[in-house]
């Protein structure tokens, strides 16, 4: 069946770069994402990544995508103390529609001045 | 236009109890969703509606659930004879397809945290 797993925490300092792992078993996953939760917030999308691309890049944050591997990763440099968050990645396999994503428990990122 | 809204913010329930919530989407948006997200785990998809119509149910959503979206803006989620099982945070999320079929980000409200005593 449909499964994504993530390693449960991260702690790191500020200032340095975070790097959140992520395993899908979907072959078929056309999309991946990470997602931002804060506490008592709702599910903030920060990036996703088709599955024809290995790389992205947005400001701070780099996604990486073995697809024979079924990696994913997020790689957050200069890390701030507001990065502090559950990080979750997903996946889709209904085109872009984000009709129904599987999502994994989630990466806390713990980020110490 | 504030976002998603989801009423109430938290219910507390008796076992046995029926509860619904109520999601408003994003004003524009034709697409809503249900998730549920419990302690410790990440969301699990309930039910996806496209306008009015509701296009794909997960096998979690037992017959003891159910969501509507009559007129195609916001959507109830009623659950019949709640269990303390039930006791979880129930997420509505909203998007468009207009921007076409890909990368059509959804955006989350900040959720119902429900618990059955």
């Known amino acids: 069946g449909e499964d994504v797993e993530q390693s449960l925490f991260l702690s790191v300092r500020e200032g340095d770069s975070s790097v959140i792992n992520c395993t899908y078993t979907d072959s ?21 990544i ?29 890390t701030q103390t507001g990065d502090s968050a559950i990080y979750f990645c997903a996946e889709s396999t209904h085109g872009g529609s984000q ?4 999502f994994g428990k989630g990466t806390k990122l713990s980020v110490k001045p | 236009d504030t976002g998603v809204s989801q009423n109430p913010r938290h219910k507390i329930t008796k076992r046995g109890q029926n509860v619904t919530f109520r999601c408003d989407p994003i004003s524009e948006h034709n697409r809503l969703y249900w998730y549920r997200q419990t302690l410790g785990q990440g969301p699990e998809f309930l039910t996806y509606f496209q306008n009015e119509a509701q296009l794909e149910k997960s096998r979690l959503l037992s ?8 007129k195609g803006s916001f959507s109830t989620l009623e659950i019949q004879r709640t269990e303390q ?8 999320a909203s998007s468009s397809s207009d921007r076409g079929s890909w990368g059509t980000e959804a955006f989350f409200g900040q959720g119902t945290r429900l618990t059955v005593v």
Not at chain 1, 99 to 102: D, H, K, P, Q
Request: hydrophobic share 35%; net charge positive; glycine share 6%.
């Open chain 1, 28 to 48: 078929s996953s056309t999309y991946l994402y990470w997602y931002k939760q804060e506490p008592g917030a709702g599910l903030q999308l920060l990036t996703y």
């Open chain 1, 50 to 78: 088709f599955s024809n691309m290995d790389m992205k890049q947005d400001q701070r944050l780099t996604v990486l995508l073995n697809k024979k591997d079924k990696h994913l990763s997020l790689r957050i440099a200069d």
């Open chain 1, 99 to 102: 009709g129904n994503l599987i």
């Open chain 2, 63 to 70: 017959d003891r659930f159910s969501a509507e979206r009559p």
């Open chain 2, 85 to 92: 099982g039930d006791s979880a945070m129930y997420l509505c």
